[in-house]
């Protein structure tokens, strides 16, 4: 067996340091270019990842280099390969049984009138990824050697890596039962089926030159998911045991990241498998355990999930504590890279000082690199390098700004969290004269390219402030009459100003910096840049009122002004690690709930304060989840505890199990929630309904992340699912998200849909008390 290299990461972002992959996969699906040129340019993609990551120090031949490529989404490439794909898509199997990359699309985006497989957050990242839907009747092969020909691929350039793919455990435990399985099916029952294809792979793998592989098993460290730490050890445990006394086979690295693991680690320790990488920044060094002479404990102690610089010198005491336990130590991250941007030194525009104190994933792997020599050669070696990290991070936490007196001075009281109770503001709002199931949206209106292409001029300063201001203007007066002409009942204004919901606010408070190039995957060809909230954070100016105020004025119905809300604000952004993450909420809260006064006094009568990242942060561990769903619910509560009776907040929730959270949800105290439904086809319903949620609530009936138009019917048969759970009275229309990423014409399409379906519900229901 080939020892496991010294460091090493456990995944590298895959869409291009200037997101290659998403414009070879969008020219892709739009016909621009064919098969061929897609897979030479996502091949020429592969082979400049490797080749920069041999630049920064990991070995071209120790399997240093994880093999961690997907088009679209780990989970769905995993799925794929074993042939667990839904019935509605088998007929796109080719003559042989494999699943080629347009299937592979079709299934991760829907056609027709196929849907596609529901999306959700990966663990408590910003990543969404594809449920696989597995019942009785999934036929497990071997459907896919696309893992196979990037191992053969690497290695006629000269290199050995490591493929990645996702686990047998993790990718059972995050599937939903199809719609073909009995009631009560778990899809983990069918592990031992299972196992046979995944040894199949791994001899495929072997044969191809691979020495080691990794099965990414973050599953084992959630406590959130339906099957408990015990059933899911239980199964580690039978998987493992197969797989580890399979003939052929390369050598085993098991990656459960995100969370401590717990009574998991011996699972694992007495596995018959090679190697254990255990997340060191989220999780502690693990108990001593039986099984780990022969091993090697891959320490994740370079934070894989945030950006900054971090403690090198303690970084390196866990990998020394590490190596009490008997076993080999090697260093890395602490989850894949594909959280966190490519390099920092793209970035131009920051400060030269707050430069000092990131590391972006280049940065990070050459942190694992100095990491490694001190494990091999001894402290002393490195000593240099960990003085200059404990350095810039002292500059880093006395630095101005970082801490703001007059934003930490501002007084709260217990009545600052709450405002007058539900029914009284129930009563206010009916001057607000909606009708039954009131439509709308949730916000943003489509990006189109004259919108990017006016944004990029006017940053570049091409065009003054003034033509700009014009230009958006118009686009505000064409969005408030198309809501009008299609019918809604109440209007927003598009957000054509906003970039994302997260960086426009970040460039107008306080406390944040926005990169140029820092973009991450969020889904699929989509990405996002996170803005770097870094100090004290306050609102110097308001921020939205004057475009909701403008919106308003050009329409007699209601306009909602629209507000991220501070739990999403932290989520999607690199947010600053020296105090409790509460803390920090509450400073966002208390900037907007100064905005939220200010759009009052601009006569804006529904504010919409979105938290689709809510259920996102909670914990992955039981016992931590409370504390987080106070502050959360908390920090909600105070930005919206200053409205009055008669304003209406709404706020929106997207890619999630809600039936987690819904208690909080219900805390929130928000007048009107909406939330994802449609790909789930409004599963959610039942759980509103059991708990007798009784605020309004708007389940989405439109998809907005697959390109498929909805129906009239379809809209109607969720409308009436919904209507048949839920009071009349409390429920709103609306898609699932916002439509920052469609196109006019299928956005247009849809909506006109959802008008007439919620007509044709209307005629016939009756309002339900």
Request: aromatic fraction near 6%.
């Amino acid at each position: 067996m080939t020892a496991f290299p010294e460091g090493t990461i456990l995944g590298y972002p895959r869409i291009g340091r200037r997101r290659e992959l998403k414009k070879a996969v969008e020219a892709f699906w739009a016909g621009r270019i064919d098969e061929e040129e897609l897979e030479r340019t996502t091949r020429e993609l592969r082979a400049s990842t490797r080749e920069r990551l041999a630049e920064l120090g990991l070995g071209r031949k120790d399997s240093a280099i994880p093999e961690s490529f997907s088009y679209y989404d780990q989970v769905l490439d995993a799925a794929v390969t074993v042939g667990a794909i839904p019935t509605r898509f088998e007929d796109l199997r080719g003559a042989d049984g494999t699943v080629g990359l347009p299937a592979y699309f079709t299934i991760a985006r829907g056609e027709g009138d196929r849907a596609p497989l529901e999306m959700t957050k990966w663990f408590d990242s910003n990543y969404h990824y594809l449920v696989p839907e597995i019942g009785p009747e999934t036929v497990f092969s071997l459907s896919s050697d696309r893992l196979v020909r990037q191992v053969s691929e690497a290695a006629e350039a000269g290199l050995v890596t490591r493929p990645v793919i996702v686990g047998p455990v993790t990718l059972l435990a995050l599937a939903k039962a199809s719609d073909d399985a009995p009631q009560g099916f778990d899809p983990l029952s069918r592990l031992d089926d299972l196992l046979p294809v995944y040894v199949e792979l791994l001899a495929r793998l072997r044969a191809e030159g691979a020495e080691w592989v990794q099965l990414d098993e973050p599953a084992l460290v959630s406590e959130s998911l339906p099957a408990s730490v015990a059933q899911l050890s239980d199964a580690a445990a039978r998987a493992l045991d197969v797989l580890g006394r399979a003939p052929e086979r390369p050598a085993i690295l098991v990656a459960a990241p995100y969370a401590d693991l717990g009574e998991v680690f011996p699972v694992l320790a007495a596995a018959p498998i090679e190697a254990i990488a255990v997340d060191l920044v989220r999780g502690g060094v693990p108990a001593p355990a039986a099984g780990l002479e022969g091993k090697t404990l891959v320490g994740g102690v370079v934070d894989g999930h945030n950006i900054w610089r971090g403690d090198l010198a303690h970084a390196f005491d866990r990998l020394e504590a590490l190596r009490a336990l008997g076993a080999a130590v090697s260093a890395s991250t602490s989850t894949s890279l594909l959280h966190v941007p490519h390099d920092v030194t793209d970035e131009s525009r920051l400060d030269e000082r707050l430069v000092s104190w990131l590391a972006f994933a280049d940065q990070k792997v050459q942190q694992v690199g100095v990491l490694a020599r001190g494990l091999s050669v001894g402290r002393a070696s490195i000593a240099a390098e960990l003085d200059a990290s404990s350095a810039a991070l002292a500059d880093r936490l006395a630095a101005p700004g970082v801490r703001d007196g007059a934003v930490r001075d501002r007084a709260l009281s217990t009545a600052d969290f709450s405002r007058v109770g539900y029914e009284e503001r129930e009563t206010a709002q009916e001057a607000l004269g909606l009708p039954v199931l009131p439509l709308t949206t949730i916000g943003s209106f489509p990006q189109t390219g004259d919108i990017r292409r006016a944004r990029a001029r006017f940053t570049r300063g091409e065009i003054p402030a003034e033509d700009y201001d014009d230009f958006l203007r118009r686009e505000v007066a064409s969005v408030v009459s198309l809501q009008e002409d299609l019918g809604l009942d109440v209007l927003v204004h598009g957000e054509p100003e906003r970039n994302d919901m997260v960086q426009y606010f970040a460039e107008n408070l306080d406390g944040f910096a926005v990169t140029e190039h820092g973009w991450v995957q969020s889904y699929g060809s989509r990405a996002t840049r996170p803005s770097i909230l870094w100090g004290d954070v306050s609102r110097p100016a308001p921020i939205t009122v004057g475009w909701s105020a403008y919106a308003q004025s050009l329409t007699s119905k209601h306009l909602k002004g629209m507000l991220t809300g501070p739990v999403t604000i932290l989520a999607w952004s690199f947010v600053r690690d020296d105090q409790p993450l509460g803390e920090t909420a509450n400073q966002v809260a208390l900037a907007l709930r100064d905005e939220i006064a200010d759009l009052e006094a601009a006569g804006i009568a529904i504010i919409q304060v979105d938290e689709p990242a809510l259920r996102e942060l909670l914990p992955l561990k039981k016992a931590d989840q409370p504390a987080y769903l106070r502050w959360s619910v908390d920090s909600f509560r105070l930005a919206t505890g200053g409205a009055a009776a008669g304003t209406q907040v709404h706020t929106h929730l997207c890619y999630s199990e809600f039936g987690v959270v819904i208690d909080a949800i219900r805390a929130l105290d928000a007048d009107v929630t909406s939330i994802e439904a449609a790909r789930s086809r409004m599963e959610v319903v039942a759980d509103i309904a059991e708990v007798g949620f009784d605020h309004g609530i708007g389940p989405g009936v439109y998809d907005i992340h697959s390109p498929r138009v909805p129906t009239v019917e379809e809209v109607e048969s969720l409308l009436r699912r919904a209507v048949e759970e839920i009071p009349t009275r409390q429920l709103w229309v609306n898609p699932d998200c916002g439509l920052k990423t469609r196109g006019y014409e299928e956005t247009t399409a849809s909506l006109r849909n959802i008008v007439e379906a919620t007509r044709r519900v209307r005629e016939d229901v009756s309002v339900r008390v």
